[in-house]
Nanobody, 127 residues
Framework: QVQLVESGGGSVQAGGSLRLSCEAS????????RGWFRQAPGKEREGVAGIRITTGKTAYHDSVKGRFTVSRDNAENTLYLQMSSLKPEDTAVYYC????????????????????WGQGAQVTVSS
């Protein structure tokens, strides 16, 4: 059974940093695509960052470019999201996602790309 477990959420003041981790178990995502999404109250879930595991190709939402960095540790089957220069509008529940295989043309920031999801981690940024 595949499980994704996020950790590292919390509260921080604007301008601060947090790092989210997403540990996968039950499957080794060596040929996968993995991503981070977020959902604020009353809003739809949106793609924040994604990565193609085999090539390291990444994609970011325009609002986080230059501030967030997605990375992976293949040996640990873990995905990370380093978030810096956080803003109050970054406040949301952050979810990690994974799909076993992805291809050229796979849209990394589309929720429909993924079939496994974590339970979510709250990130709160105060002004």
């Amino acid at each position: 059974q595949v499980q994704l477990v996020e950790s590292g959420g919390g509260s921080v003041q604007a301008g601060g940093s947090l790092r989210l981790s997403c540990e996968a178990s039950g499957y080794t995502f060596t040929t996968a695509c993995r991503g981070w999404f977020r959902q604020a109250p009353g809003k739809e879930r949106e793609g924040v960052a994604g990565i193609r595991i085999t090539t390291g190709k990444t994609a970011y939402h325009d609002s986080v470019k230059g501030r967030f960095t997605v990375s992976r540790d293949n040996a640990e089957n873990t995905l990370y999201l380093q978030m810096s220069s956080l803003k109050p509008e970054d406040t949301a529940v952050y979810y990690c996602a994974a799909v076993e295989r992805c291809f050229i043309g796979t849209i990394l920031l589309n929720t429909n790309t993924y079939n496994y999801w974590g339970q979510g981690a709250q990130v709160t940024v105060s002004s």
